[in-house]
């Protein structure tokens, strides 16, 4: 069984910054796609950032480059994403997923991952 758990989440001012964590467990092959998304209130789930667990592709968004950095513990089977100069916009629910049927990140759309965690809260405050 496919399992992914976030944590990490919280309030921070803005400028500052958190570090998520996704921890992944029962993927079926030693690579996979790892990704970050998330998702504000009234707003439609966005990639943010995804790697090729096991691997080196790393994407990262346009609206999030410079200010956020994907990396992986693989010992560990952790993915985390450190978010820097954080502003309000960021504010969303983030969440990891993978996608298990592949062995290489297809692309930043949501609709390629199929096995989701429950969510950590980011709120940025002004």
């Known amino acids: 069984q496919v399992r992914l758990v976030e944590s990490g989440g919280g309030s921070v001012q803005t400028g500052g910054s958190l570090r998520l964590g996704c921890a992944a467990s029962g993927l079926p092959y030693r690579n996979y796609c790892i990704g970050w998304f998330r998702q504000a209130p009234g707003k439609e789930r966005e990639g943010v950032a995804h790697i090729y667990f096991g691997g080196h592709d790393t994407y990262v968004a346009e609206s999030v480059k410079g200010r956020f950095t994907i990396s992986q513990d693989f010992a560990k089977k952790m993915v985390y994403l450190q978010m820097d100069s954080l502003k309000p916009e960021d504010t969303a629910m983030y969440y990891c997923?993978?996608?298990?049927?592949?062995?290489?990140?297809?692309?930043?759309?949501?609709?390629?991952?199929?096995?989701w965690g429950q969510g950590t809260q980011v709120t940025v405050s002004s």
């Open positions: 997923a993978t996608d298990p049927n592949h062995t290489y990140c297809r692309g930043a759309d949501p609709n390629f991952f199929n096995w």
